[in-house]
């Protein structure tokens, strides 16, 4: 199985200050990585495919780059929307999909 | 719109089954995968299997091996997740997500509490 391990697991960020979230893979995921958000009591939003590639809808100020073992999500400048829960998810072992344990972006 | 409908809350009794549906509307059902991930409250996402709607072929989670089961309706785009020998540690939202890796939307979870 393939092991997702983000950092950290608590961010505090002020809103409009820029926000990096990692995670890394136990083995080689290629670019088969997504990125997720979710908000207390919904299910998750998929924000990012293929490492890097936004999903529709999702604004600009989240990016993400990495391949490999190695991924980063960066939020250029936090809103009050964006505080919430991001999980990272490899589907390079398709179908066995893994997630990260997550990251909490919260208010500082 | 596209959509998927879960069924209500469940509580069950530990060693109990529990059967969660998910009901797909506003494209092919056979067209996309659905994936079935479950989230124990306050922790992570943890996928449990995927199941191939038009082939009925399935891949579970070595977790989950033996206890669960994912079937489908394809009269009634529904398609269906049953856990067996249920203990407190099975209590968490249930979800099911539509494409390879729940890629095109997810159910708005179903919470199954296992209490004696």
């Known amino acids: 199985e393939i092991v997702m391990t983000q950092s950290p697991a608590t961010l505090s960020v002020s809103p409009g200050e820029r926000a990096t979230l990692s995670c890394r893979a136990s083995?080689?995921?290629?670019?088969?990585l997504a990125w997720y958000q979710q908000k207390p009591g919904q299910a998750p939003r998929l924000l990012i495919y293929?490492?890097?590639t936004r999903a529709t809808g999702i604004p600009a100020r989240f990016s993400g780059s990495g391949s490999g073992t190695e991924f980063t999500l960066t939020i250029s400048s936090l809103q009050s929307e964006d505080f919430a829960v991001y999980y990272c998810?490899?589907?390079?072992?398709?179908?066995?999909?893994?997630f990260g344990g997550g990251t909490k972006v919260e208010i500082k | 719109q596209v959509q998927l409908v879960q069924s209500g809350a469940e509580v069950k009794k530990p060693g109990a089954s529990v059967k969660v549906s998910c009901k797909a509307s506003g494209y092919t059902f056979t067209s996309y995968d659905i994936n079935w991930v479950r989230q124990a409250t306050g922790q992570g996402l943890e996928w449990m299997g995927w199941m191939n709607p038009n082939s009925g072929n399935t891949g579970y989670a070595q977790k989950f091996q033996g206890r669960v089961t994912m079937t489908r309706n394809t009269s009634i785009s529904t398609a269906y997740m049953e856990l067996s020998s249920l203990r407190s540690e099975d209590t968490a939202v249930y979800y099911c997500?539509?494409?390879?890796?729940?890629?095109f939307g997810w159910g708005q979870g179903t919470l199954v509490t296992v209490s004696s």
């Open positions: 997500a539509r494409g390879r890796f729940g890629e």
């Open positions: 998810q490899q589907y390079n072992n398709w179908p066995h999909l893994t």
């Open positions: 083995q080689s995921v290629s670019s088969n």
């Open positions: 293929g490492a890097s």
